[in-house]
């Protein structure tokens, strides 16, 4: 019997693109799994997008009033039954053998905190927008020696849909750290990946949208960027023992961190529309 699988959906005015999102996780050849959804008090017609859909394996809340990301991403894993546990945006995709091969690799792997793929990018209209991949090695790998070098590279994590995790996991990493507002998700994936190995699958096993009006696209497009840049302080802060950094690593992380913002500011904005 496969163990049971949570994918949680935190949806907010995603009524445009949130079908396409379920139906790449209902159509998954692992087959033995829940899909959370947590609608934040939306204003479009996301709600109805998604009870329109007939499937028992939807699972939907619909939050008494609007708890914001990081409230709306912790309600959506405080309903989690699974063993194994995946979060991806209401606009995002996975392809149809992600879960297997990822939650496959977890049970082959107890060392495992978290197994990830490669991501395939997309523009609004469906059109490639090319890759973004995880760390260079391939399996098993340490997951302080990912955290640490992606403060000087970029964020091997990645978003959300790119990692799946346990949900022993979770328990003791408490979740997604509200204080921030841009990066809760790289924090809380550099809090998992402390906690034991990595498993790397390079393969684009996921499909992300790129939106110049996402959380993201605003903070690399747009003028939030210092905002963007003293979260990543408090992150290196955070993490500056467990990491062993010195204030050297910390301001030479900073630079790249500015310097990579702008690069993907100039990319939206040329690339994207």
Same mark, same amino acid.
Do not use: H
């Given at each position: 019997m496969e163990p049971l699988v949570s994918v949680c959906i935190p949806a907010y005015n995603n009524a445009a693109y949130i079908?396409?999102?379920?139906?790449?996780?209902?159509g +998954?050849?692992?087959?033995?799994?829940? *899909?959370?959804?947590?609608?934040?008090?939306?204003?479009?017609?996301?709600?109805?997008?998604?009870?329109?859909?007939?499937?028992d394996r939807i699972k939907l809340f619909q939050n008494e009033k609007n708890l914001g990301m990081s409230g709306n991403w912790n309600h959506c894993l405080s309903k989690?039954?699974?063993?194994?546990?995946?979060?991806?945006?209401?606009?995002?995709? *996975?392809?149809?053998?992600c879960l297997k091969k990822e939650v496959q690799a977890l049970i082959d792997h107890p060392s495992a905190v978290l197994a990830e793929s490669d991501t395939r990018?997309?523009?609004?209209?469906? #059109?490639?927008?090319?890759?973004?991949?995880?760390?260079?090695?391939?399996?098993?790998?340490?997951? #302080?020696?990912i955290a640490r070098a992606g403060l000087f590279v970029k964020n091997y994590f990645g978003a959300?849909?790119?990692n799946t995790f346990r949900k022993s996991s979770l328990k003791k990493?408490?979740?997604?750290?509200?204080?921030?507002?841009?990066?809760?998700?790289?924090?809380?994936?550099?809090? *998992?990946?402390?906690?034991g190995d990595v498993y790397i699958i390079h393969e684009p096993l996921n499909y992300f949208r790129v939106r110049n009006d996402s959380n993201t696209g605003e903070v690399m497009a747009g003028d939030k960027t210092d905002d963007y840049v003293k979260e990543h302080i408090h992150l290196l802060k955070k993490?500056?023992?467990? *990491? +062993?950094?010195?204030?050297?690593?910390?301001?030479?992380s900073v630079r790249i961190r500015k310097l990579r913002n702008f690069a993907a500011g100039v990319y939206l904005k040329i690339f994207v529309k």
């Open positions: 079908k396409e999102t379920i139906d790449s996780i209902l +998954q050849t692992y087959s033995n799994l829940e *899909l959370v959804i947590c609608d934040d008090r939306s204003k479009d017609d996301t709600v109805k997008v998604i009870e329109a859909i007939k499937d989690c039954s699974g063993e194994f546990i995946k979060l991806i945006c209401a606009d995002d995709m *996975l392809a149809p053998d990018l997309f523009d609004l209209n469906g #059109k490639p927008k090319g890759f973004y991949k995880r760390y260079k090695t391939s399996g098993l790998t340490d997951g #302080k020696k959300p849909l790119a990493a408490g979740g997604f750290d509200s204080w921030y507002t841009y990066i809760l998700d790289y924090d809380f994936w550099v809090k *998992l990946a402390c906690m993490y500056r023992e467990e *990491l +062993q950094l010195s204030k050297a690593d910390m301001r030479r």
